[in-house]
T-cell receptor, first 113, second 114 residues
């Protein structure tokens, strides 16, 4: 069974600060996805990274896939209260994970005004 | 746009009762799956389907049955509910295998077994 260790589990910071969330595994994934989940809703895809060393940016969010495709990070610059939520990383054994994703336990992020 | 629709949103069952969680998607997606989300555990795959008539087990399939008679629907059946099945259940779908295809999740079904 592939495992994804996500850290930190909880993070509360002030508006304007920067933060990084980590997702680590001993297994290689074909792709890794980051989701954001709001209370009472399902996860919503933010980004998919496929190539080792790949970096993708989504406004103030920067996603990186490790060179060995075993780990990933999410960096948020100048966090805003609207960034508050549960962030999940998920790895696919093959392709995009249509036949199942391995999820990390999530990072609960609170941005205080 | 309906996307992935799950019903019911909330359900309370007594131990031993059976029920079916419904999932429907209107995007003509081939792949569908069911996950459960528990505090401190993340989402775990229960069953998945790669097309009508084809299903397979995920990480935690015990106590659950699925079928895929049509492309649109992928119901999850609890045959004899147990308190350990108290969880939030998410159905997901995607068009095809491949990293370029987005996986869409439903809004979830909250199940409590007493």
């Amino acid at each position: 069974t592939q495992l994804l260790e996500q850290s930190p589990q909880f993070l509360s910071i002030q508006e304007g600060e920067n933060l990084t969330v980590y997702c680590n595994s001993s297994s290689v994934f074909s792709s890794l996805q980051w989701y954001r989940q709001e209370p009472g809703e399902g996860p919503v895809l933010l980004v998919t990274v496929v190539t080792g060393g790949e970096v993708k940016k989504l406004k103030r969010l920067t996603f990186q896939f490790g060179d060995a495709r075993k780990d990933s990070s999410l960096h948020i610059t100048a966090a805003q209260p609207g960034d508050t939520g549960l962030y999940l990383c998920a790895g696919a054994q093959s392709g995009g994970g249509a036949d199942g994703l391995t999820f990390g336990k999530g990072t609960h992020l609170i941005i205080q005004p | 746009n309906a996307g992935v629709t799950q019903t019911p949103k909330f359900q309370v069952l007594k131990t031993g009762q059976s029920m079916t969680l419904q999932c429907a998607q209107d995007m003509n997606h081939e792949y569908m799956s069911w996950y459960r989300q528990d505090p401190g555990m993340g989402l775990r795959l229960i069953h998945y389907s790669v097309g009508a008539g084809i299903t397979d087990q995920g990480e935690v399939p015990n106590g659950y049955n699925v079928s895929r008679s049509t492309t649109e629907d992928f119901p999850l059946r609890l045959l004899s509910a147990a308190p350990s099945q108290t969880s939030v259940y998410f159905c997901a779908s995607t068009l095809a295998e491949g990293a370029g295809n987005t996986i869409y999740f439903g809004e979830g079904s909250w199940l409590t077994v007493v």
